[in-house]
Antibody
Framework: EVQLVESGGGLVKPGGSLRLSCAAS????????MNWVRQAPGKGLEWVGR??????????DYAAPVKGRFTLSRDDSKKTLYLHMYSLKPEDTAVYYC??????????WGLGTLVTVSS | QSVLTQPPSVSEAPRQRVTISCSGS????????VNWYQQVPGKAPKLLIY???QLSSGVSDRFSGSKSGTSASLAISGLQSEDEADYYC???????????FGGGTKLTVL
């Protein structure tokens, strides 16, 4: 059974930084393309970014609202995905989900971790 | 404002059938496969339908998907109270070079 477990969420002030982690099990993590998807309170789902497997180049792509402020990375030896968030804004407040995917097919999801950006 | 348009809400009685639409454009639905997700309040999303009409493992065959041109639909037959949830369509967008979600549709079983 695939399990994705996010951690690292919390309360941070505007302009601050935070690092989220997603620990994977039951998945061939080395081959997986991994994503972060977020959901603001009472709102819909929004794709944040994706990092390809190292075998497919290991590059990352980002949604326009976070490009230049967020960075995805992965540690295949630890089967862990990271989201480094900088210059955080109140509009970044959301539950952040980790998900494995092929294009827009998000097959497995974690339970999410809440990030609150507020002074 | 989402690139994909879904009705904000739909409602229907138990045991009836309901459809949820997802309207896009040639750069997304018109050229790529559509996937559907169910999200029960307070829970993580769950994959329901992939590649337009393929049922995800373990999902009831009361759920079905279809696509025509730049629109897609999710149909749920034999409605049950447990189907009350938010439903999202998602598809790759060639212009944005990334996946996009519809705004979501809240299903109420009367």
């Amino acid at each position: 059974e695939v399990q994705l477990v996010e951690s690292g969420g919390g309360l941070v002030k505007p302009g601050g930084s935070l690092r989220l982690s997603c620990a994977a099990s039951g998945l061939t993590f080395t081959n997986a393309w991994m994503n972060w998807v977020r959901q603001a309170p009472g709102k819909g789902l929004e794709w944040v970014g994706r990092i390809k497997s190292k075998g497919d180049g290991g590059t990352a792509d980002y949604a326009a609202p976070v490009k230049g402020r967020f960075t995805l990375s992965r540690d295949d030896s630890k089967k862990t995905l990271y989201l480094h968030m900088y210059s955080l804004k109140p509009e970044d407040t959301a539950v952040y989900y980790c998900s494995s995917s092929i294009a827009a097919l998000f097959e497995h999801w974690g339970l999410g971790t809440l990030v609150t950006v507020s002074s | 404002q989402s690139v994909l348009t879904q009705p904000p809400s739909v409602s229907e009685a138990p045991r009836q059938r309901v459809t949820i639409s997802c309207s896009g454009s040639s750069s997304n639905i018109g050229n790529n496969a559509v996937n559907w997700y169910q999200q029960v309040p307070g829970k993580a999303p769950k994959l329901l339908i992939y590649y337009n009409d393929q049922l995800s493992s373990g999902v009831s065959d009361r759920f079905s998907g279809s696509k025509s041109g730049t629109s897609a639909s999710l149909a749920i037959s034999g409605l049950q109270s447990e189907d009350e949830a938010d439903y999202y369509c998602a598809v790759w967008d060639d212009s944005l070079n990334g996946p996009v979600f519809g705004g979501g549709t809240k299903l109420t079983v009367l």
